[in-house]
């Protein structure tokens, strides 16, 4: 199909950008992706917005999963992940009793959001590690440069991951997904159906926004906007009900089903405080959201020089999503998870019984801590057990 790119961010501000150090560089990278084929096809995309309404409307559930970062020339970790998700999917549905829909975060999650641009070591200070899109995670100043032929590659790795798992071309297996970071590569990716005058995403058939980017008023929550992709927006302790009215206001104005879908994070100890009322008033406008629980990103804990998380905890903050949701009649739609098919130890807990000193022996994330194999179907069996009751 004919597809043309599309115009830049429309000088919004754009939050969490890199500092790529050759404009020139950069131009030709993006050029060059512009030229290229989407990574994933509009039917594809059209039939997981169809799933995602189904999941909206109370009958599926959406399981998003898989690295906090993706690093370049890791397929068969990417495989085992896969792999993983596939066996929660299947204990999920069978308990839970609803369609389950896969969705890996897999596939070009390839740039992160941080805290600080630099990061200082020795009285050293570089610019901080933004994902493999972007710069290396060596703590050198070349590693440490945003190069923009990063880009290409972050394509080439997500095409061969597609491939992979199968949705290169025939059916099978799960949907990709990533943060909607790096506008440069988003904006070059970007494709519209000269003969529908539909605009898609080309990086991922799902994407999402973060909680440090989705400011109503910039330009992360205007690609949102502008593409038929489902969207997901990351909703943190800070968020306020009104925040999400105008988020909805924003991205799906029209309230069309399965193109919005909001990931709560707000943490075991607060979710119970915080997100009733959020869905209350969400629910009160009448817009059609699914609402899932990332049981993660509220509940890292920073022990000694590295970051983790308690299993317990990401089963309390789902507990607690369930049993929310189903006391105010709405639908718990699913989890956004953390997770890795190896065998790692990075969260504290579980079965397996990984300790606070246990997590030195394999901690190989990029960045935050991930659910290893054991752990990832443990929280999926325990899930699906509070959904069936
Ligand atoms: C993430 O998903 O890795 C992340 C950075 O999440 P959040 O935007 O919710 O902090
Ligand atoms: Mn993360």
Redesign the pocket.
Known sequence: MPTLPCAGSHGLRADQQPDWADPLQLQRATEELERRPALVRQEDVDTLRHQLAEAAAGRALLLQGGH??ETFGSLPEMERTVGTLEGMTEVLSRVAGLPVITVGRVAGQYA??RSRPTEVRDGVSLPVYRGDAVNGAGFTARERSPDPERLLRAYDESAAALHRIGRGGEKAACYSSH?ALLLDYENALMRTDPRTNRTMAGSAHMLWI???TRHVDRAHVQLAQRVNNPFAV?V?PSATADDLLELIARINPEHAPGKLTL?T?LGADRINEILPRLVEKVRLCGAPVLWVC?PM?GNTRVTGAVKTRLVSDVMAEIGSFIEIHQQLGTHPGGLHL?ITGNAVTECVGGAAGVREENLSENYTSA??PRLNRDQALEVASAAADRWAL
Request: aromatic share 0%; proline share 6%.
């Open positions: 906090c970062a992160k959001p943060e973060g909680e440090r990351k943190g990931i994070r990332d990103h953390e960045c935050d």
